[in-house]
């Protein structure tokens, strides 16, 4: 092979592997966490946030807020969509479904801790179907 033909290749095998890389890691969200984070809190007047995620969930990038409001039972959970910033789901967990809900979520990260699908060198995978942790 020439050297224009060995760059030429040497180049597109480069540039083959970052879109592959580029393409693993997933759509990255348009909204600001903390800009989506305001949107769920205005939802639930008092409340705070206990957790958030960010996942894809039915092929939509959101992110998942859990806000407790003080002297009230249960949480509500509050996705945002990612790219758009508009609410899409509104849902209050009662303590027996929010208890239900931390029991599986256990068992899932104590699978994957122990090599189970999604886990590499003994970490917890958060990735629902590919997506980008906060």
């Known amino acids: 092979m020439n050297k224009v033909t060995s760059l030429s290749l040497a180049t597109f095998l480069s540039l ?3 879109g592959v890389l580029f ?3 997933g759509p990255k969200p348009k909204v600001p966490e ?6 769920a809190l205005a939802q639930v007047p ?9 996942e894809n969930e039915k092929g939509k990038l959101i992110y998942s807020y859990e806000i407790k409001v003080a002297g009230k039972s249960g949480i509500e959970e509050i996705n945002v969509d990612a790219m ?8 209050h967990e009662g303590p027996k479904t ?8 256990k068992g899932e990260a104590a ?5 189970g699908e999604g886990a590499e060198h003994g ?5 629902e179907e590919g997506a980008p942790q906060l």
């Not at 929010?98 to 979520?105: D, L, T």
């Not at 699978?111 to 090599?115: F, I, L, Q, R, V």
């Open 98 to 105: 929010e208890k239900a809900e931390a029991a599986s979520e």
């Open 16 to 18: 083959s592997a970052v």
């Open 46 to 54: 008092g409340g705070k946030v206990q957790a958030e995620e960010l």
């Open 23 to 25: 393409a693993q890691q």
């Open 111 to 115: 699978e994957a801790s122990e090599g």
């Open 34 to 39: 903390a800009t989506a984070r305001a949107t």
């Open 84 to 91: 758009t910033g508009s609410v899409v789901a509104h849902e």
């Open 123 to 127: 970490e917890a995978a958060e990735a």
